[in-house]
């Protein structure tokens, strides 16, 4: 029970070597506080049921060493809304009583520092409404206008923002020497003797030399004495070191060169786009493209947001069953969640606690948070949340252990049911329908063909292989491309690859209706790999780079409609070549290596060679 909220074109992409719901209204309010206190000591007589567990929470005693939790909603022992009005009720009072008392006292002339009795009173019940007022909101609100001006500064470009998410680590002060004098004194060669060695260790060198081309190039030398396998294949110069130090790749020995291709324009909501995709494997690109072709001939696709919430779930423990049980049944009130938002939305400007999933195994509890993350993909968002949620319930729940930030119920790179069913990232259904004479011109094929061929191998084919949200016939293929290309996390392609495609026959039977609902697609469009040059540029060509400083979240939110889109146009134009039996023909004529198999044909010439020899 959980609380709710064209063929290739002259590109190249360089990489680094190396249940219950809560209504929106209720969720989103901010300055909202509730009392949390645990009689550490609670039992339950043993004949009284175990569904009894269940009472309100107004019934569980406050334990006094948890004092030190009392807010400024904790005067009275009154729920949290009829607190707030009592003090507002009791300072509109006393001020219309003062007012009216020293209107008469004018009016009589009588002395106005001369107070009566119940003057006093009122006068003492004005300035504690006063500070009550001010302790619930006007802390609140200092702190929350001094986060805003911080990150606003923080959001002046990538770089920054990327500084304020994951702090760079205190300056490394150099002091490896080498032969004497300081290590950056020494020849390349010198050093790389050295790292060889172990007299230098390698993940120092870019702090020692104060250069991340120089520290890259002798330790790709240290490796090959290391090896004896020499790395002339792997590019060194024309990539910015700086770019990825701290944090895209550590002990950086060159980079790999991916061919970028564009398939398009593809017509989404309106909108054309050129989709870059990176790739080494041929037809891809030219078949994804003309997937493009066919959409956009039939009037275009339309792509739906569904939802929009990154997750991460930690596993905590406890001496019993019970004690976690009483931690869900604290999640799960709802009198809570204004609490928990208040603690979780307190780590970021941009991160919106949506819901916490409480499952119990045992006395372990598995904590699935939902979180806005605005254009970023999130994680690192939403693991300090998380981490500053569960350092304020320690304090409640003195004898829960927390084991892991992550308990794999989150679920991250890994193909699970809760992903599919509930969603993580963004979740997005595409839809159009193809006309009958772009399917037999353009696809080669008909739409019966098109409608029995989904249902025997996306469908059927799929459940009886057990698939996990693989209803597909090649999503992962446009995922991966689309992720490398545009700076995403490749290893997230597993769960942002759930996907199942529909094809039905539409207009009477005449035309196809074909749709994929992609429940977990995880993407960003700021921090991580976006920020290096050649990714950037292609989330530029797609118009989402950055953030969206208008409505956050929105490029982000876009890029996964635009995937969506790229994914419906890939489905379309292989399951075509399928139906039409074109498939081996085109992998034989454009995904062969003519280079390799003539390699391959010499090396078995002189094998054969040798052999007759001996």
């Excluded at 969603?423 to 063909?449: D, F, Q, Y």
Aim: with cysteine.
């Amino acid at each position: 029970m959980g609380v709710f909220c064209r063929p290739h074109v002259g590109g190249m992409l360089v990489t680094p070597v190396h249940t219950e719901k809560v209504p929106a209204s209720r969720i989103q309010r901010k300055r909202s506080f509730h009392w949390m206190g645990w009689d550490e000591d609670l039992q339950l007589p043993s004949s009284e049921p175990a569904s009894e567990i269940k009472r309100p929470l107004s019934k569980i005693k406050r334990s006094s060493s948890f004092q030190q939790l009392y807010l400024a909603s904790d005067a009275l022992p009154l729920p949290l809304a009829l607190t707030n009005k009592v003090f507002v009720l009791l300072f509109i009072a006393a001020t219309y009583f003062l007012l009216k008392r020293w209107n008469d006292k004018r009016r009589s002339s009588i002395p106005l520092h001369v107070l009566s009795f119940g003057e006093i009173l009122a006068i003492i019940a004005q300035i504690g409404s006063v500070i009550y007022l001010f302790g619930f909101f006007g802390i609140s609100y200092v702190q929350g206008d001094l986060e805003k001006e911080e990150d606003e500064i923080a959001t002046t470009n990538c770089s920054s923002i990327m500084k304020l998410q994951a702090p760079a680590p205190p300056a490394y002060q150099a002091h490896v020497q080498l032969k004497g004098q300081v290590l950056k004194e020494n020849s390349d060669e010198d050093i790389a003797s050295a790292v060889a060695s172990g007299q230098v260790p390698s993940y120092s060198l870019e702090a020692e030399l104060g250069d991340c081309e120089r520290a890259t190039s002798i330790r790709k030398t240290a490796v090959e004495m290391m090896t004896s396998k020499k790395l002339d294949g792997l590019p060194l110069s024309g990539f910015d070191y700086s770019s990825v130090l701290g944090q895209c790749c550590e002990m950086v020995v060159g980079y790999v060169q991916l061919p970028v291709g564009v398939a398009g324009p593809l017509t989404l909501n309106g909108r054309k786009y050129m989709i870059p995709m990176a790739t080494t494997e041929g037809c891809l690109v030219s078949s994804t493209n003309r997937g493009c072709k066919a959409i956009s001939l039939s009037g275009g696709a339309s792509s739906i947001l569904l939802k929009d919430g990154m997750t991460r779930a930690p596993v905590v423990s406890f001496p019993s069953a019970r004690r976690a049980a009483e931690l869900k049944f604290f999640v799960d009130a709802l009198d809570n969640m204004d609490m928990l938002c208040n603690v979780f939305n307190s780590s970021s400007r941009f991160a919106k606690l949506q819901s916490i999933q409480a499952t119990l195994a045992g006395r372990n509890v598995y904590l699935r948070f939902r979180c806005f993350t605005g254009d970023a993909m999130g994680m690192n968002m939403v693991s300090k949340g998380v981490q500053k949620v569960l350092d304020y319930l320690q304090r409640a729940f003195p004898d829960m252990d927390i084991v892991s930030i992550s308990g794999n119920y989150c679920a991250d790179k890994k193909a699970t049911a809760i992903n599919w069913i509930e969603g993580r990232g963004k979740s997005v259904v595409c839809e159009a329908v193809i006309k009958e004479e772009v399917v037999s011109k353009v696809l080669k094929t008909t739409v019966p063909a098109l409608v029995q061929l989904n249902t025997l191998k996306n469908l059927t084919g799929s459940a009886m292989a057990g698939a996990m949200g693989g209803f597909n016939a090649h999503a992962a293929n446009i995922v991966s491309a689309v992720f490398i290309a545009t700076g995403q996390d490749p290893a997230q392609n597993i769960e942002s690859s759930q996907c199942i495609t529909l094809m039905e026959h539409a207009s009477n039977g005449r035309d196809l209706y074909i749709s994929v609902t992609m429940p977990a697609i995880e993407v960003g469009t700021l921090g991580g790999g976006t920020q290096l040059a050649s990714q950037a540029a292609c989330l530029d060509l797609l118009g989402v780079k950055g953030p969206n400083r208008e409505s956050p979240g929105a490029n982000a939110q876009s890029l996964a409609c635009i995937i969506a889109g790229a994914v419906l146009a890939g489905e379309l134009s292989l399951m075509s070549a399928l139906a039409a039996g074109h498939l081996v023909k085109s992998h034989l004529k454009y995904n062969r290596s003519s280079k390799n198999l003539e390699s391959a044909a010499e090396g078995a010439a002189v094998g054969d060679s040798k052999n007759l020899q001996s």
